[in-house]
């Protein structure tokens, strides 16, 4: 079956600041990931700021900020921080804006966009992920994709006055070759090329439509 | 300063530099050298001695040299990180000598540091992370009622190979019981 999206991943930029700022004051962003409710919107627009300008494009970062976004706009944001050149590993943060998406293939496609960049173009060797155990939509991503869960943190969290546990997920080249291959027999052209590919033929045809 | 009966608790100082730099230089890889990225560090003697004379930052007046009865420095402990905010803490830990973590005196170290977070800090939970080889400190653990939650498959790289990391946990209720 050929695979048909319009999403992509690509660098955050200064012009996705007012996006990300709404959807980072948003209490699920509180809730799944981190953040400080009582954080002013300046605050968070100055943090925002200060990580799109450590995702560096030539240098090797320590983090990455990327958007997933699609001819309707931006869908969501993708961090790949605590990069170690080192150890070549990572650790990855989805949320998707689009609250409707979440249960969507538009998760696992940018999830499996995000691992295809993290292992083939950064050359990692391990993707960690840490999540909230009333996350489930996020850890049955990652168990689906073949991420083990390695830890489990007891009552390690707390969201309105109670604890919650946290796992922690590891995703190791073997995995992501074997997610890779699982979806390349479903799917032609899943790939981050195929991906390019429809990129390029979609503006193509936008600047062919365009007058004079 | 803490005098125990097998060892003495101080604030680590400049002077200590030299032999912190030997744990560093150890042929045992420890989660106690690694940084933030869990990348294993290359440190010089200069470098710790800015780093134990600075009088701000996270760690300054935290980090602690361990001696024996007779006044040799056997190690560095420190209580990393740690905010009743977040409720826990990661225990650091670090012995010159592989039978030191089966000794009196780690004994003693472990005491002050779950004092320390559980009642002067009054912290719900304190973390231990070990690299695969640190079979001592796994020991210690396990002796000191540390529950084992789980092994991060080949996190650090150091030597030519991977190294995974195991976390362990100790709860308040256990070390105080009907807190």
């Known amino acids: 079956m050929p695979f048909k999206s319009t999403m992509f991943i690509r660098r955050a930029d200064r012009d996705d600041l007012d996006v990300i700022v709404e959807w980072m004051e948003d209490p699920d962003f509180q809730r799944f990931l981190y953040g400080d409710p009582a954080r002013s919107p300046k605050q968070i627009r100055e943090q925002i700021v200060g990580m799109l300008g450590r995702t560096s494009g030539q240098a090797l970062p320590h983090g990455v900020y990327l958007i997933i976004d699609s001819d309707d706009g931006p869908l969501g944001l993708l961090s790949l921080q605590n990069i170690s050149w080192r150890n070549r590993s990572c ?3 989805l949320y998707m804006g689009k609250k409707d998406l979440r249960n969507s293939m538009a998760g696992a496609l940018g999830f499996f966009r995000a691992m295809e960049y993290a292992f083939d173009e950064l050359n990692l060797h391990r993707v960690s992920a840490f999540i909230y155990a009333f996350n489930t939509a996020s850890w049955r991503l990652m168990e689906h994709s073949g991420a083990v869960r390695e830890l489990v943190l007891k009552d390690h969290v707390t969201r309105d006055g109670e604890l919650h546990d946290m796992y922690g997920y590891g995703f190791l080249r073997p995995q992501y070759e074997a997610m890779r291959e699982q979806y390349a027999k479903r799917y032609e052209n899943f790939t981050l090329e195929g991906m390019l590919e429809t990129r390029r033929a979609i503006e193509a045809e936008k600047a062919s439509e365009q007058p004079g | 300063m803490i005098t125990g009966t097998y060892s003495v608790i101080r604030t680590a100082e400049v002077d200590d ?3 912190l730099a030997r744990l560093y230089s150890s042929e045992c890889p420890r989660t106690f050298m690694l940084d933030s990225r869990r990348e294993h560090q290359l440190v010089t ?17 935290r980090f602690y040299a361990i001696e024996d009865p007779e ?18 803490s990661e225990i650091m830990l670090g012995l010159l000598e592989s039978a030191d973590y089966q000794a009196p005196l780690a004994t003693e170290t472990m005491a002050f540091l779950k004092r320390m977070a559980f009642f002067e800090k009054r912290l719900d939970k304190i973390l231990a992370q070990t690299l695969s080889a640190e079979r001592d400190f796994k020991d210690l653990l396990a002796h000191e009622g540390f529950v084992h939650n789980g092994s991060q498959r080949e996190v650090v790289f150091t030597q030519g190979q991977y190294f995974d990391i195991d976390t362990f946990t100790l709860v308040r209720s256990e070390f105080i019981p009907g807190a």
Do not use: H, T, W
């Open chain 2, 71 to 88: 006044g040799a420095v056997r190690g560095f402990c420190a209580l990393k990180g740690s905010s009743q905010e977040v409720g826990y």
């Open chain 2, 17 to 19: 530099a030299a032999v």
């Open chain 1, 91 to 93: 650790s990855i943060d």
């Open chain 2, 45 to 61: 003697v200069n470098d710790l001695q800015e780093v134990l004379g600075r009088k701000d930052g996270p760690m300054a007046g």
